[in-house]
Nanobody
Framework: QVQLRESGGGLVQTGGSLRLSCAIS????????VGWFRQAPGQEREFVAA????????YYSDFVKGRFTISRDNAKNMEFLQMNSLKPEDTAAYYC????????????????????WGQGTQVTVSS
């Protein structure tokens, strides 16, 4: 059984930083794409960042580009999201995800491209 568990969320002031971690168990991620999405209350889940399965390419939404950095550690079977210069509009539940399909069928910004999801960790940015 594949399980993803996020950690590292919390309350931070505007301009602060947080580092989210996602530990994956039950399957190695070395040949999988990984990503982060977020969902604010009353809004749809939206793409934040992703890394292609070979690690060669990263993708970011326009609203986090230059502030957030996604990374992965295949040896530890983990993915990370470093979030800097946080803004109140970044407040949301953040979810990590793993995608198993081949590159031809993986669209990093589309939630349907991911096969496993974590339960989410809350990030709250105060103004």
């Amino acid at each position: 059984q594949v399980q993803l568990r996020e950690s590292g969320g919390g309350l931070v002031q505007t301009g602060g930083s947080l580092r989210l971690s996602c530990a994956i168990s039950g399957r190695t991620i070395s040949n999988s794409a990984v990503g982060w999405f977020r969902q604010a209350p009353g809004q749809e889940r939206e793409f934040v960042a992703a890394i292609r399965r070979n690690g060669a390419s990263t993708y970011y939404s326009d609203f986090v580009k230059g502030r957030f950095t996604i990374s992965r550690d295949n040896a530890k079977n983990m993915e990370f999201l470093q979030m800097n210069s946080l803004k109140p509009e970044d407040t949301a539940a953040y979810y990590c995800a793993v995608g198993l399909r081949g590159d031809s069928f993986w669209y990093p910004k589309t939630s349907a491209s991911y096969d496993y999801w974590g339960q989410g960790t809350q990030v709250t940015v105060s103004s």
